[in-house]
């Protein structure tokens, strides 16, 4: 079974031959592991084993106060406080500004290598929280909730043109990143969630014609269901300490695929690799069988991890990862 085909029938909740292996990794890292500059997408997703590469073209804009520190880029406050500002909210053109083209040949070339392709996308949660702030958006809740609602409307008619094309160039599925909990819980309340976002959300997910997994960090237990009403195929990166993997798989692995939860606070970050093969080991025993379980990170894997740490990882994945899993 190549790659492609076994990322996505683990999407649809079926076993594959073998646990399907995908992270992201931040440029730095990935040019340490290579041990060289000169390498392809294909080249660097063969070394790792993984079994899916993103093409990252295609995030909406957010509009707030930005600064670059040692070369991470803080947002630092919303721009959108009031009607008056909406004008600032200037999207690139979904149909001429983005590089489909170049998406497209990338999906080819993943194709032809046996590689499963996604889109980074963000479909309109972490939009409005970043383009407004947190307390221009609550204080917007009670007193001028037109405006969360047009903020959020820009989002998904934008998206819902992007997702279009991305369905005529054949990306296999798309993950949108859209923070909305801390690690206590959601940052606004579920019927607040209901009402303001979970409409939008859904509208682009019916528009999209292939499978669409969800980034959300922290606790969403709260609304979970509302989540899956949307419409959501998978859940990423089910960030330990904020919630219990194994629970989620109890309560909702019938409905939805898990990808992730390999934990960064400790384990890949300060741990050995003899902890990374344990926690591996044990993930894939507890959530892979039946199916619906992509291995991966608690987020991603920043240039602060260790080296040795990911190694582990590439191998406990390939060690214990095959079906059926004892």
Known sequence: MNSRD?????????????????????DKMRGILMGRDDFTDIDF????????????YFVAPVFCERKLVDGNDYILGGLIKSNKDLDLMVFPDPERDLPYDEAQRAIEANQEAGLATYAICRFGVSGVNYSMGI???????????GLIERVMERYVDWNCRVVERLNEIGVDFII???????????????????????????????????????HMDGNIM???????????????????????????????????????????????????????????KQRIEDIAPGGGYILGSSNGLPGYCKIENIWAMVKAVKKYGKYPIH
Not at 6 to 21: A, Q, Y
Not at 135 to 145: D, H, R, T, V, W
Not at 191 to 196: A, C, D, G, P
């Open 45 to 56: 997703a063969r070394t790792m084993g993984f079994d899916a590469i993103n093409i990252n």
């Open 176 to 214: 949108s990143y859209d923070n909305i909990a801390y690690n206590s819980g959601p940052l606004v309340s579920p019927q607040v969630f209901r009402e303001f976002f979970v409409p939008g959300m859904r509208a682009i997910s019916d528009t999209c014609k292939m499978p669409w997994i969800t």
């Open 222 to 280: 709260p609304i979970m269901d509302d989540i899956l009403a949307m419409g959501v195929s998978g859940l990423h990166p089910i960030e330990p300490g904020c919630l219990d993997i194994k629970t989620v798989k109890d309560i909702y692995g019938d409905k939805i695929c898990l990808w992730g939860n390999i934990d960064l606070r400790y384990t890949l970050t300060r741990g050995t690799p003899e902890e990374v093969d344990a926690e591996v």
């Open 6 to 26: 076994r990322i996505l029938k683990t999407i649809n909740l079926e076993e594959p031959d073998r646990v399907p292996f995908a992270d992201y990794v931040e």
């Open 135 to 145: 307390e221009a958006l609550s204080y917007a809740i009670y007193e001028n909730p």
